[in-house]
């Protein structure tokens, strides 16, 4: 594997193309900050540009950002470096290439893991080692290798297992053959001791744990072609092991799967905390745990939806804010919108990420680019 390393802001080589240091955030090609809205107070701007594809986020303890990928470029794995600390990224570091789909990443122990469709790698010490062409074991290559639904989010559970979803290989089928598909599983770390941890899942690209309860709450992806309007996307909440979800019998709150809901009831599985958008395709989820934004938003759910395609007019493009009483999700709000102009998206949000100052990252695969939510108060 050849290192990297793409210099991105204040590089004279680069200066034609991104005109980054002129402050003029704005205007750079493909990112148009003008258009996004946030409530009163906010501000978002540019982290980072130029990281194609740009998906799942996590952060190391030395602030380093690990950013995977999906399908937009050779298969590569990012660090996203700010070095000055001036809170914008200075370099994009390409740590591995030609991967398949790697778009799960996962920080522990000093290890970087990535989760591609049917392996998960480490990289060891991969804070000291990433500007030379890290080396990786592999801990687990026994996922099923179906592309569809394939790719991965990956996250450390607070029992110190390493959570890993299997999407269905499909829009909407019963895979009972192999309780692995439409399940998150967790693994220790070294890879060993897969088990399914909860399964009727349809493809989830985005889980945390609530800071207190350290319950898991996930986000899953309705199924398509039941007309734009059905079924809703859904936010999850596992509060232990061995529960279904639902797919592909049970949609939402209260929709039987046309084809395989006969016989079946609502009663059977563990329903919803929050009904969302239909084919809004929620991903990425992380409770806000900063210092930064309003006492409101703490301990409150962001999550990033990628936006819609099999719907007649499109909607998602944005990230949106849950609101808990408890364990009830009251509200589900729009937080930061207008990467959908129209009909058309120039940006689609994946991932989120809080960062030790309370700012809120943002990932699009899109643009290319991972933005920077401030607060300060108006
Ligand atoms: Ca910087
Ligand atoms: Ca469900």
């Not at 409770?287 to 930064?292: I, K, R, S, V």
């Not at 409150?300 to 395609?309: M, V």
Request: overall charge negative; hydrophobic content about 40%.
């Amino acid at each position: 594997m050849k290192t990297i390393v793409c210099r991105l802001f204040c590089s004279f080589a680069l200066l034609t193309v991104m005109p980054a240091c002129s402050g003029a955030a704005g205007t750079l090609e493909g990112v148009h900050l003008d258009s996004l809205k946030l409530p009163p107070g906010f501000k978002i701007d540019v982290y980072a540009t130029g990281v194609t594809d740009a998906r799942s986020m996590a952060l190391s303890p030395g602030g380093i950002l690990f950013v995977g990928t999906r399908e937009g470029g050779d298969g590569q794995v990012y660090a996203v470096v700010d070095s000055n600390k001036d809170h914008r990224a200075d370099e994009v570091v390409v740590i591995a290439k030609g991967l398949t789909q790697p778009n799960g990443v996962a920080f522990h122990d000093g290890a970087l893991y990535v989760a591609e469709i049917s392996r998960v790698l480490r990289f060891d010490n991969i804070e000291a080692t990433f500007r030379n062409s890290p080396q990786y074991t592999v801990v687990n290559d026994t996922f099923p290798t179906d592309e569809h639904h394939g790719w991965k989010f990956i996250a450390l559970g607070p029992d110190g297992l390493l959570y890993v979803p299997v999407g269905a290989p499909c829009n909407i089928c019963l895979r009972d053959d192999d309780p692995r598909y439409a399940s998150i599983m967790r693994m220790k770390p070294d890879g060993s001791g897969p088990e399914v941890f909860a399964s009727g899942i349809r493809n989830t690209v985005g889980f945390s744990w609530h800071p207190t309860t350290q319950e898991l709450w996930f986000t899953d992806n309705g199924r398509d072609m039941l007309g734009d309007d059905l079924p809703p996307d859904e936010l999850n909440r596992a509060p232990k092991a061995g529960l279904h979800f639902g797919y592909p019998y049970w949609h939402g709150l209260s929709i039987p799967d046309p084809d395989f809901g006969e016989g079946h009831s609502a009663a059977e599985y563990t329903l919803p905390a929050r009904e969302l958008g239909p084919h809004v395709a929620a991903l990425g989820m992380r409770f806000y745990t900063g210092g930064m934004f309003p006492a409101e938003y703490q301990n409150q759910i962001l999550i990033a939806e990628h936006g819609s395609w099999n719907r007649s007019k499109p909607i998602g493009y944005r990230v949106m804010l849950v609101k808990l009483n408890g364990n009830e999700a009251v509200s589900y709000e729009p937080f930061a919108e207008g990467w959908l102009q129209g009909s058309q998206a120039w940006g689609r949000p994946v991932d989120v990420q809080v960062m030790p100052d309370g700012a809120l990252l943002i990932s699009d695969d899109r643009a290319n680019a991972i933005y920077r939510v401030t607060y300060s108060a108006p």
